[in-house]
């Protein structure tokens, strides 16, 4: 069954950069699109890098221009390169397939890797 494991958070200044990666096994990783989520405190969580198997991207408004999506087909793993990190980027991230991969009926994602952006 499929397993997703996020590393690479931690606390950064505001302006700062950080790189998250994702090992993904068991999950038919060639041919799925790819994505990362993040959710902060409070809120829901919401998609905001999207790679397809074709290694199309897609951004949402709030990272476009600062985030870089990339995954790695032989590897079995997808990246996420942050710049000019802002406050709000604060949150935990996960990568997961799009739409996310399920177990046992329901949605199933990894622990995620948290990221404190300090103002």
């Known amino acids: 069954q499929v397993q997703l494991v996020e590393s690479g958070g931690g606390l950064v200044q505001a302006g700062g950069s950080l790189r998250l990666s994702c090992a993904v096994s068991?999950?038919?990783?060639?041919?799925?699109?790819m994505a990362w989520y993040r959710q902060a405190p409070g809120k829901q969580r919401e998609l905001v890098a999207r790679i397809s198997s074709g290694q199309n991207t897609h951004y949402s408004d709030s990272v476009k221009g600062r985030f870089l999506i990339s995954r790695d087909n032989v590897k079995s793993t997808v990246s996420l390169q942050m710049n000019s990190l802002k406050s709000e980027d604060t949150a935990n991230y996960y990568c997961n397939r799009d739409p996310p991969y399920s177990r046992s009926g329901m949605d199933y994602w990894g622990k995620g890797t948290l990221v404190t952006v300090s103002s």
């Open positions: 068991g999950g038919s990783f060639n041919v799925n699109a």
